[in-house]
């Protein structure tokens, strides 16, 4: 009888600062997207169309919410507790700190396989329709469709290969010019750079050490009528306004539900046909690192809880701020390992698909380490 009080007055204190903490995350993190609301709305939208365009963009928020409410909340929470003495009265009644802490992992659990359906299902399901909806509008970045190590088609008259890509620098260029008869110039580049006006949907592509095999505009498949011009520089003037709403958009590894990802990590090469050999093992790589970060992220609220409590009983103070800045330390911790594997995608010899479960399994080593040791 008095566990399931115990456990009532746990789970209830728990779930109510997790939800004010989850309501607070989210309006923090949605600031930015009241101001693009705005200026959606100035250009003429719909006050539905918009709500509905943020509406998919829920799910990809909560992916992150969870996790950090969870943690913030079990530091505030256990600090509490242990601050008024209330740690010390359970333990000193017979209750073990596994057992006092138990419905707050039994609920966390809870909440990783919630996650776990978000990241899997939800989010991404949510992220290309919301791609879909900004590409009917004309509001999609078309920057975002140039894929690294693949030949793109989305453009009009033009099919792109980009080596490497960083914001609007581009290096190792491919480039296939198509008129009503074929191929109209090849077009070989080391570098360069893409300034896109989303007023006139004009993409101006500036190509530096350019090599250009121009063909025949009659005769395209004529090779022998084909010249070959070398430049320092290439100017390239894409009209985009028509391209939105012809071509199909194409899924990238982030709009995948996790078995469309799981299938193209093992099948990257039927997935990819237009993929360079030597940029399969790189896609293999980035498709295997965005299934664990999903993964991991999903278990994270679970690791957050076995060592936010223990965390939160040892500060032993009343402050908020003590338990924001462990959270805040071990959420930099947590999401530092995610950058890092998505930065090592161009090294899959380095394994960066596993770094992302560094700060789990850690999370839940220590923690079950300092729980023993407070038991």
């Known amino acids: 009888m008095m566990m399931r009080v115990l456990n009532q007055y746990m789970l209830g204190d728990f779930v109510k600062n997790f939800l004010l903490t989850a309501v607070v995350l989210t309006f923090v993190m949605y600031v930015g997207a009241v101001v693009q609301a705005i200026d959606y709305m100035s250009r003429g939208i719909s006050g539905l169309l918009i709500m509905k365009i943020f509406s998919l963009n829920i799910p990809f928020t909560l992916s992150f919410v969870i996790p950090m409410s969870v943690l913030t909340t079990v530091l505030l929470h256990f600090g509490r507790l242990s601050a008024d003495g209330e740690i010390t009265a359970m333990k000193a009644s017979g209750v073990s700190l596994w057992q ?3 419905p707050i992992l039994f609920i966390t659990v809870l ?3 919630l996650c776990l359906y978000i990241n899997a299902e939800l ?18 970045d078309p920057l975002a469709l140039l894929e690294e190590g693949q030949f793109v088609q989305d453009f009009p008259g033009v099919r792109v290969y980009i080596g490497k890509k960083s914001g609007t620098h ?13 191929s109209e110039a090849e077009v070989f580049a080391h570098s360069g750079t893409i300034d896109f006006d989303r007023e006139s949907r004009i993409m101006n592509i500036n190509l530096q050490q350019v090599r250009m095999t121009e063909f025949d505009k009659d ?12 430049a320092e520089s290439y100017p390239l003037v894409l009209d985009l306004n028509q391209m ?32 360079l050999e030597k940029d399969v093992s790189r896609r293999r790589a980035k498709l295997a690192v965005e299934a664990s970060q999903r993964l991991a ?16 009983i040892r500060s032993n103070r009343r402050e908020s701020s003590i338990g924001i800045g462990i959270a805040l330390v071990l959420l930099f911790l947590f999401y530092l390992f ?38």
């Open 244 to 275: 939105m709403s012809k071509s199909p958009i194409h899924k990238k590894p982030s709009d995948m539900n996790y078995g469309e990802l799981l299938y193209a990590a093992q099948n990257t090469r039927r997935q990819f046909p237009d993929l």
């Open 170 to 182: 581009i290096e190792d260029i491919i480039l296939y010019k198509f008129g009503e008869k074929g």
């Open 219 to 230: 005769a395209p498949g004529d090779t022998t009528k084909s010249r070959t011009l070398s």
């Open 297 to 312: 992220l999903s278990l994270s609220c679970f690791s957050f809880a076995l060592i936010g409590i223990p965390l939160g």
């Open 123 to 140: 989010s991404p399901n949510s992220h290309f329709a919301r791609r879909q909806m900004l590409r009917d509008l004309g509001e999609e």
């Open 338 to 375: 995610i950058i890092i594997s998505d930065a090592l995608v161009d090294r899959p010899e380095w394994r960066p698909d596993l770094l992302p479960w560094i700060p789990v399994l850690g999370c839940q080593l220590i923690g079950v380490i300092l729980l023993n040791k407070q038991r």
């Open 111 to 113: 909440l990783s396989i």
């Open 100 to 102: 006092i802490a138990s």
